[in-house]
């Protein structure tokens, strides 16, 4: 497998260029990244180890700086080393500054800014938390989503990614024999979404699971016949109650929340 140097450079947390560094990388499956990763860049000595380094090891730059002298003197520096330099959100803000017909305001990690937006998301992440796996259902109603499915669908991650999103999620099991909380089918203003997934694929995450926690496999929570039963049951109860359904079967837990994230802005719409 081909290997190179890649250099993340950011003045602020490093987030967005790691971000589109991985969406980028993800193209090609048989070349392998070095990373180094420096974040909160933001005077002249340190922009000046950074460029040590690249002249070390040599390869590819992608920056995010809102300081126009710190992008000019990084750009000068892999002119110097004959290596190619990019800024992930120039282009981006350059465009949109003309379309808008407005200045920047020139300030690193201004999206973690701490505003309504960030304790929103702190709000909805602690909510997210309390009302993991069935717990606290007495406010449900005060939720944005709830998510239903059997074990290993995927219920926690997706609620705890929606929450960092700014959206307040809870998270329901379906467990053989245990009844749904009442007070679920007494919500009227969250969005309720049923999550299922393939029998087969379920047991293969199942049984990993249990050898994960040294425990005996020869259980019907691994039985395909039990776990088909599972899905059948809880695909009934969605339909009974007209829930939004998402097979996870082949998603992430991202293409699985924005899935979510566009049903409940439909949802929203409809019911404004």
Wanted: proline share 4%; net charge negative; glycine share 4%.
């Amino acid at each position: 497998m081909k290997t190179f140097h890649i250099h993340l450079v950011s003045d602020s947390t490093g987030e967005t260029v790691d971000h589109v560094s991985r969406a980028s990388l993800v193209q090609f499956p048989d070349i392998e990244a070095v990373e180094h990763v420096w974040t909160l860049v933001r005077s002249t000595e340190q922009l000046e180890k950074v460029i040590r380094s690249i002249e070390e090891n040599p390869g590819f730059v992608l920056y995010t700086f809102v300081n126009q002298q710190h992008s000019e003197l990084l750009e000068e520096g892999c002119r110097r080393l004959q290596v190619p330099c990019v800024s992930v959100l120039d282009p981006i803000i350059a465009a949109l500054g003309t379309y808008l017909n407005a200045k920047t305001l020139a300030r690193p990690g201004g999206q973690h800014v701490m505003d309504a937006e960030y304790f929103s998301r702190i709000e909805a992440m602690q909510y997210a938390l309390a009302h993991d796996d069935g717990q606290s259902t007495w406010d449900l109603e005060e939720a944005d989503i709830i998510l239903l499915g059997v074990s290993r669908t995927s219920k926690t991650p997706t609620s705890i990614y929606l929450a960092n999103r700014g959206i307040k999620t809870a998270n329901i099991p379906i467990v053989p024999g245990c009844p749904i909380p009442e007070e679920l089918f007494n919500v009227s203003s969250p969005l309720v979404v049923g999550l299922t997934k393939d029998p087969k694929r379920l047991v293969e995450i199942r049984r990993q699971r249990l050898k994960l926690l040294d425990q005996d496999e020869n259980t019907d929570y691994v039985d395909i016949e039990m776990v088909s039963k599972e899905i059948s049951d809880a695909r009934r109860l969605y339909a009974k109650h007209e829930w939004e359904v998402i097979n996870v079967s082949r998603k992430s837990i991202e293409e699985t929340a924005a899935t979510v994230i566009q049903l409940y802005q439909e949802y929203r719409e409809i019911n404004a």
